[in-house]
């Protein structure tokens, strides 16, 4: 099948999940050459980067005004690239940019759109395994229209180099945007003041959920973490609460983190917070109920009260500090 | 503002035989936490500005209950598009939630604004708002963490790496949210007395071949594994410190 990838850079450089896409986008292609598209200042550049990743050809949109992002503009592009090209399927990486803008094209073009896929089940006529309830759940379904549109459900494929590919050949066109495409634009940027570790990039992240007990109970996983250089984060139950802001929630909702350990203080383990945990190397859980949902995605598990066991933990690690 | 019946999932997820859907028999249900938010959004800007909250859903003739809540939180007004059987897939539900604001709107005037969830929590299509949007040939913007209206324009702000990107559209137009865009309240008990009162207007519209059609669910690979017990209570406090330090996490 003719096979259009589209891939999101920054600056030149290609981005991780748009790799990953490429590598199911390659197992649809089933051998035939793979396009990919880049829109915007630095794609060609990025395009260099594509070769090892199987793209034999890089088609980039290049307008000035593709300099700001507008889902609209990069939707005619990919349209217009449909139209060049005569392609059989569109495959995205499953970010928040790539499934907008397939969901654009899936409107304008009134075809079905299928967000979030882990595997290619079937290529005639196309099956697809996708995500739901943010991974708790597969789902196999067929696509009944062509072009098909597929995202690429992240971290569900690995970014998979050819050997001894060439820098795949690139051509650039002008897309016909028009006034409408670029209604919608970022308009501006503002920085955000970070400040400590962030919940998404941390090694170790000490959790906490309804077993905490109290916004002020949150202070005992605070103390734990500085020790260990953590982020703190918290389930849902925690910020509906008000204990703590959205910002630090984990969860299908909320932050998906993957550190090195995740500490799951007083948390069950509902389906919405694995979604968001699952990506941890390993998991500990403190929970007062041996038989919680959470020890059974949890590695190791200490069975007890947390406001003994987070304050122990915390005096073990000081007295090992200690020369 | 559109919302969707899901069931309250819990700790682990059952099939039923003909693998078509989860096993609900013993769950409640709710609406997606973005739609929480979604709601409560609606509301206060019409609490702020004057106007009035509609709330539509497509769903079993159950997701009622759903609406009711929503009226118990603030909302005026509630559509059901009740739908037996098979899903609906998003092209489908997108089709049925369109004819239903078309046939409003010629009644009623437009919307200003018309408000999603990002995505659904149990389907997770990413399109459904994006496609009512462009049949009606409205602006949308996604994802939304912060929504300011005013003077006939929405301001519209995505957390994105490094920040906030803004986006300013003029109105009517379409939005979707994600949780955290507020706090929503809990209802009061004279509300949730008060939303038995608000009128919920019902029809049934025909479901369409799917083109994005389901064949069947099924549970990823990998569940239930049994944690490793490292201790009960404060005694168990070295043995994890020794795992930390094996893991290379701990001073």
Not at chain 1, 148 to 157: E, I, M, Q
Not at chain 1, 160 to 174: L, M
Request: net charge negative.
């Amino acid at each position: 099948m003719s096979v259009l990838a589209l891939v999101e850079q920054i600056d030149g450089q290609v981005d991780e999940l748009s790799l990953q896409a490429l590598s199911l986008a390659r197992e649809l292609a089933d051998g035939e050459p793979l396009t990919a598209l880049l829109a915007g200042e630095g794609g060609r550049e990025a395009s260099a980067q594509l070769g090892s990743h199987g793209v034999a050809n890089a088609l980039v949109a290049e307008d000035e005004r593709l300099g700001a992002y507008a889902p609209g503009a990069w939707a005619r592009s990919v349209t217009d690239a449909i139209d060049r090209l005569g392609t059989g399927a569109v495959v995205a990486p499953g970010t928040v940019r790539g499934n907008e803008v397939l969901s654009h094209v899936a409107a304008r073009l009134d075809l079905p759109f299928a967000a979030n896929c882990a595997a290619i089940d079937e290529r005639s006529p196309l099956t697809v395994t996708r995500v739901r309830w943010g991974g708790s759940l597969l789902e196999e379904a067929r696509v009944h229209g062509s072009p098909a549109l597929l995202s690429v459900a992240p971290h569900t494929v690995p970014a998979a180099t050819v050997n001894g590919a060439d820098a795949p050949s690139v051509e650039s066109f002008a897309p016909a945007l028009d006034e409408n495409d670029l209604l919608v634009r970022v308009a501006e940027h503002v920085d955000a003041a970070t400040a400590g570790i962030s919940l998404a990039e941390a090694k170790v992240v000490v959790s906490g959920g309804r077993g905490v007990g109290s916004a002020d109970g949150f202070g005992m996983l605070e103390e734990l973490a500085e020790l260990l250089h953590a982020a703190v984060g918290c389930s849902r139950v925690v910020t509906s609460a008000g204990w703590r802001p959205h910002t630090d929630q984990v969860g299908q909702t909320g932050t998906k983190v993957s550190p090195d350990l995740y500490i799951a203080c007083g948390i069950s383990g509902a389906t919405q917070h694995i979604a968001g945990c699952k990506g941890a190397k390993k998991i500990l859980a403190i929970n007062s109920d041996a038989e919680a949902p959470i020890l059974a995605s949890a590695d190791y598990a200490v069975i007890g009260d947390l406001t003994e066991i987070v304050p122990a933990i915390t005096a073990e690690l000081r007295k090992g500090r200690e020369p | 503002m559109c919302v969707k019946r899901v069931p309250l999932t819990g700790g682990r997820m059952v099939l039923t035989a003909d693998e078509q859907a989860i096993e609900t028999r013993h769950l409640g249900f709710t609406i997606s936490p973005h739609e929480e938010c979604g709601v409560e959004e609606a509301v206060r800007i019409v609490e702020a500005q004057g106007g009035e909250t509609t709330v539509l859903t497509l769903g079993p003739p159950e997701a009622e209950e759903q609406i009711r809540e929503t009226l118990a939180t603030g909302a005026d007004r509630g559509i059901l598009l009740a739908v037996e059987g098979e899903e609906w897939d998003p092209q489908a539900t997108a089709g049925a939630i369109l004819s239903t604001i078309e046939s409003e709107e010629a009644s009623g005037g437009a919307f200003d604004l018309i408000v999603f969830g990002n995505e659904s929590a149990d389907s997770g299509n990413f399109q459904v708002g994006i496609r009512v949007a462009h049949a009606l040939g409205r602006p949308v913007v996604t994802g939304l963490k912060g929504l300011t209206v005013d003077g006939g324009r929405a301001r519209c702000e995505q957390e994105v790496a490094g920040g906030r990107d803004v986006y300013d559209v003029p109105l009517p137009a379409v939005v979707t949210v994600l949780e955290g865009i507020n706090l929503p309240r809990y209802p009061s008990v004279p509300a949730k007395l008060r939303a038995r009162q608000k009128p919920i207007d019902k029809s049934s519209p025909e479901r369409p071949d799917s083109r994005l059609e389901k064949l069947r669910l099924v549970l990823p690979p990998g569940q239930g594994k049994q944690a490793e017990i490292l201790g009960e209570g404060a005694d168990a406090a070295p043995a994890v410190v020794g795992v930390m330090r094996d893991l290379g996490v701990a001073p």
